[in-house]
Each structure stands twice: as C-alpha cells, then as structure tokens.
T-cell receptor
Framework: GAVVSQHPSRVICKSGTSVKIECRSL??????MFWYRQFPKQSLMLMAT?????????EQGVEKDKFLINHASLTLSTLTVTSAHPEDSSFYIC????????????FGPGTRLTVT | GQNIDQPTEMTATEGAIVQINCTYQ??????LFWYQQHAGEAPTFLSY??LDGLEEKGRFSSFLSRSKGYSYLLLKELQMKDSASYLC??????????WGAGTKLIIKP
C-alpha cells in the first residue's frame, strides 16, 4: 500500500523560532500533497494544497508567509512554521495523492508541534 | 456552502452494533470516505463509497445514498479498541476532501 512518512513526529520549539516538517511519499509519486492542522477535540482543517513544482494554494485565513510550503519533488513536501507562537501548537498532518487514484489521500502519521 | 454533519459523540457497549450517520451538502460529489482516528494519531482509511449501496468489509460496513446526501458507518461486534473518532469526508468536484467534525465513539465494557 501507499506509505507516507512525516518527520519529526514530535517537536518542541521556543517562541519566535522556525520549524520545518517534512512529508514524504515512500513508494509512490505524489502529484498533490495536502497539509492539515488539527487542534484538540476538533476535526482536520485543511491549510493548503501543493502540487509539485508550483506554488501552494492556501485556504482562507491561513497566512502563506507564516506557513511556508515547498513541494520540490514528487516525493517530498515541506511545511515551515516561521516565527512560531504558542497558538501555533497543534497536530500537523500531511496527506498525499498519487496519479493513479485521484480520489484517495494517504495520510502521514502527523507531527505534534509544541511552541513554548 | 459545503457542510457535513455527524453526531459529536456516541456510546456503545462492547460486543454490540453501532451506526454512525453522516449527512452532507457539497458542491459536486466524487465519493465519500470514512476514516478512523485514535487520539494523537493520523486518520486511517476505513471505506470509500461512490455508488449507492452497502459496502461490507469485515466488521465494518458503509452505506451511501447520493440522492439523500446520506451515509452511515456500521460497526459490528464492537471491541474496546474501536473507541476512536470516526470522520466522514466527501470529495467535491475538485477531488478536495471536505471533512466532518468527527464522531467520538466510546465503547463501554
């Protein structure tokens, strides 16, 4: 089956610093990757959609200068949280969609970010 | 607008059957997913329905009625490990997933 990995699984950083989260599709080429954020006891919130080689499309209310997304290859997308604040503490999940089955998304295991 | 509704929380007894309903209103429809999510973990795929009817997969079954904008997830022979949130999601005309808020299922012995 299709496998998506995320790194790191947990990260603690100080307020004002930047954190990079990697999302990789291990056994397929991901033409599209999605970044979600999930606060405790809430559902997934789509932050942005990225297609390989082009700029990400951000959802309304998501600051593109704060959440930098790079989808440089068909197997790697990165999310950088710049100048992190405690309110950015959340569970960040990526998913990837391959070329073969447009309807399905494969989820990474998530990254728990804590900003102190 | 796009909207997906599912109950916030349900409680059931180990060994019993539970049905989790989901109603949706979306711009276009390219299928409906059910995902299971344990606390602190990413969602895992349970089922996908694009045609009307019932899809059975072991202890889990999923039903879809496109004309009614309605789906349910049926869990049989409940086990304690089934305690989790169950997320209903619909792919719209752009194949983007629209998520429900999730149903927290509590299984009691």
């Amino acid at each position: 089956g299709a496998v998506v990995s995320q790194h790191p699984s947990r990260v603690i950083c100080k307020s004002g610093t930047s954190v990079k989260i990697e999302c990789r599709s291990l056994d397929f080429q991901a033409t599209t990757m999605f970044w979600y954020r999930q606060f405790p006891k809430q559902s997934l919130m789509l932050m942005a959609t990225s297609n390989e080689g082009s700029k990400a499309t951000y959802e309304q209310g998501v600051e593109k200068d704060k959440f930098l997304i790079n989808h440089a290859s068909l197997t790697l997308s990165t999310l950088t949280v710049t100048s992190a604040h405690p309110e950015d503490s959340s569970f960040y999940i990526c998913s990837a969609r391959g070329e073969r089955e447009a309807y399905e998304q494969y989820f990474g295991p998530g990254t728990r970010l804590t900003v102190t | 607008g796009q909207n997906i509704d599912q109950p916030t929380e349900m409680t059931a007894t180990e060994g019993a059957i539970v049905q989790i309903n989901c109603t949706y209103q979306t711009s276009g429809f390219n299928g409906l997913f059910w995902y299971q999510q344990h606390a602190g973990e990413a969602p895992t795929f349970l089922s996908y329905n694009v045609l009307d009817g019932l899809e059975e997969k072991g202890r889990f079954s999923s039903f879809l009625s496109r004309s009614k904008g309605y789906s349910y997830l049926l869990l049989k022979e409940l086990q304690m490990k089934d305690s989790a949130s169950y997320l209903c999601a619909v792919t719209d005309s752009n194949y983007q997933l629209i998520w429900g808020a999730g149903t927290k299922l509590i299984i009691k012995p």
